[in-house]
């Protein structure tokens, strides 16, 4: 059985930092494109950020680019999103994926989910 467990979300104020963490088990973790995306209230499930099996390669939406961070540990089968002057339009639920292969944008392609962390950032 495959899970990935987030954690690391919270409530913050603007210009704070956060760092969020997912941990997979049930697979070979180093497998594995890892994504980050969110949800905002109302609105679709957004990429966020994304990281290649051996970390090698990252890139970062736009809004988020500068800010945000991400790594992973392959010997402790996490990932991490640091994140750095957060803004209150940063505030939704942020997910952690998996992806085999695919298109890495996609949130379609993504083989496994966390079940999500609620990130606040309050003005």
């Known amino acids: 059985q495959v899970q990935l467990v987030e954690s690391g979300g919270g409530k913050v104020q603007a210009g704070d930092s956060l760092r969020l963490s997912c941990t997979m088990t049930g697979r070979t973790f180093s497998d594995y494109v890892m994504g980050w995306f969110r949800q905002a209230p109302g609105k679709e499930r957004d990429f966020v950020t994304v990281i290649s099996p051996d970390g090698g390669f990252t890139y970062y939406a736009d809004s988020v680019k500068g800010r945000f961070t991400i790594a992973r540990d392959n010997a402790k089968n996490t990932v991490y999103l640091q994140m750095n002057s957060l803004k209150p339009e940063d505030t939704a639920v942020y997910y952690c994926?998996?992806?085999?292969?695919?298109?890495?944008?996609?949130?379609?392609?993504?083989?496994?989910w966390g079940q999500g962390t609620q990130v606040t950032v309050s003005s």
């Open positions: 994926a998996a992806m085999y292969d695919g298109s890495w944008r996609n949130p379609e392609e993504y083989d496994y």
